[in-house]
T-cell receptor
Framework: GQSLEQPSEVTAVEGAIVQINCTYQ??????LSWYQQHDGGAPTFLSY????GLEETGRFSSFLSRSDSYGYLLLQELQMKDSASYFC?????????FGKGTMLLVSP | DVKVTQSSRYLVKRTGEKVFLECVQD?????MFWYRQDPGLGLRLIYF???????EKGDIPEGYSVSREKKERFSLILESASTNQTSMYLC??????????????FGPGTRLTVT
């Protein structure tokens, strides 16, 4: 079978740094992706790691360790608009399998 | 900008009705997907299609079928709606060559209620 584990909720304050972890168990693993979804909105693509290491895109970074079946999304200089749900998703063959999501609450 | 549109934002149907949910994308993407999203369960893949007239079952295809007669349009069909199909339905599309098809563009979703 396959499974993805991520925390259900994370809280942080504006300006802080937060890390959302994702562990996975799956066959046919190609890479790990992250999506953001604001309340009432559609999911939007943030990043994709096919290889081990850190990928940086502005305030957001994503990390993958294939040997540990683990990845994380790092959000720096948090802003109120970062309050949203964040989903990790593993790419298997030609599809994505999503985790249950982490709700990030950013307070002033 | 890629645009994925879905035929309805909200839909209320009765148990046993046949329901059609339509999705159109305007960027010539090869791949199209149908997901349902339920609180605490994340997004679950129902069906996907990688080409016209091609379809593959996702993780939860039971009770659903799909149709892709044109590249830009992907329809989800509930043959006989049941109350456990009350959910948010999200359509997505992706280009195979962009991030290995991982970068999916989602529509706004259809919130379906079956009574």
């Amino acid at each position: 079978g396959q499974s993805l584990e991520q925390p259900s909720e994370v809280t942080a304050v504006e300006g802080a740094i937060v890390q959302i972890n994702c562990t996975y168990q799956t066959s046919g693993f190609y890479g790990l992706s992250w999506y953001q979804q604001h309340d009432g909105g559609a999911p939007t693509f943030l990043s994709y790691n096919a290889l081990d290491g850190l990928e940086e895109t502005g305030r957001f970074s994503s990390f993958l360790s294939r040997s540990d079946s683990y990845g994380y999304l790092l959000l720096q200089e948090l802003q109120m608009k970062d309050s949203a749900s964040y989903f990790c998703a593993v790419k298997r063959y030609s599809t994505l399998t999503f985790g249950k999501g982490t709700m990030l609450l950013v307070s002033p | 900008d890629v645009k994925v549109t879905q035929s309805s934002r909200y839909l209320v149907k009765r148990t046993g009705e046949k329901v059609f949910l339509e999705c159109v994308q305007d960027m010539d993407h090869e791949n199209m997907f149908w997901y349902r999203q339920d609180p605490g369960l994340g997004l679950r893949l129902i069906y996907f299609s990688y080409d016209v007239k091609m379809k593959e079952k996702g993780d939860i295809p039971e009770g659903y079928s799909v149709s892709r007669e044109k590249k830009e349009r992907f329809s989800l069909i509930l043959e006989s709606a049941s109350t456990n199909q009350t959910s948010m339905y999200l359509c997505a599309s992706s280009l195979v060559s962009a991030a290995d098809g991982v970068e999916q563009y989602f529509g706004p979703g259809t919130r379906l209620t079956v009574t």
